[in-house]
């Protein structure tokens, strides 16, 4: 008996192994991607910082830039538990990399290639709303459809906004109130990125988690004022 059904076992294998592989791959592979969901962070606001400076690191040893932008973002929106991812990605544009090369300042062109691809992806996978954005890659991602109009989001086109799409961040009352946040170039540009992204460059995507939440958010730091 034990001899037949070993026999019924190896024949079965023998014709239905590849099926059975293919059937225990996809098991695996759902099941990982089920824990993943399981254990993957939740945030309520997710800010994209590109530019020359490493917000992560603080040059003096204290407070870095990141904490401290976290904390006015905090406090901005009212919300004291306010759970904020803030992607740094440092990215030399082309006239500060020159710069640096002609006053001998380290620099890595590799480093900085890498950088501009970190910075592409994390355009492209949607997550980031809140874009705080070197003037270079500010022209570049608006110029590829990646942007929201501020007048079709807020209703209005703010004062301090030149062409409709971003603010530098010197021009808002955000930047001069909150300690620590001028440490990041007062040319860099505030902008909020599409729901939907038809960039050619970029492809198309979705607007992320949240988006109308953090568009709230957005809306806050644009329209801070000091009493």
């Not at 640096?100 to 890498?114: E, K, P, Q, V």
């Not at 050619?200 to 000091?226: C, D, H, P, Y």
Request: charged share 20%; hydrophobic share 40%; glycine share 8%.
């Amino acid at each position: 008996m034990k001899t037949e059904i070993k026999k019924k076992a190896e024949n079965f294998w023998y014709h239905h192994k590849i099926g059975v592989l293919i059937t225990l791959a996809f098991v695996i592979i759902f099941a990982v991607c089920a824990v993943q969901m399981m254990n993957r962070t939740s945030y309520d606001l997710y800010v994209l910082y590109a530019g020359p400076e490493n917000i992560n690191v603080s040059s003096d040893g204290g407070v870095t830039v990141h904490a401290k932008l976290e904390s006015a973002l905090r406090q901005v929106s009212g919300e004291a538990e306010l759970n904020c991812s803030i992607e740094c990605v440092t990215y030399i544009p082309d006239d500060l990399a020159k710069e640096y090369i002609d006053n001998g300042i380290n620099y890595s062109a590799g480093d900085n290639l890498n950088a501009y691809n970190s910075f592409k992806n994390s355009v492209v996978n949607g997550k980031y709303a809140v874009l705080m954005l070197t003037p270079t890659l500010y022209e570049e991602t608006k110029l590829n459809g990646a942007l929201a109009s501020l007048e079709e989001v807020l209703g209005y086109k703010p004062e301090n906004s030149e062409d409709g799409f971003g603010i530098a961040l010197g021009d808002t009352s955000f930047y001069r109130f909150f300690d620590g946040i001028s440490d990041i170039p007062a040319d860099t540009v505030l902008c909020l990125r599409n729901l939907e992204n038809p960039s050619s460059l970029f492809g198309m995507n979705t607007g992320g988690e949240n988006w109308e939440a953090q568009v709230e958010i957005f809306r806050k730091i644009v329209e801070f004022e000091v009493d």
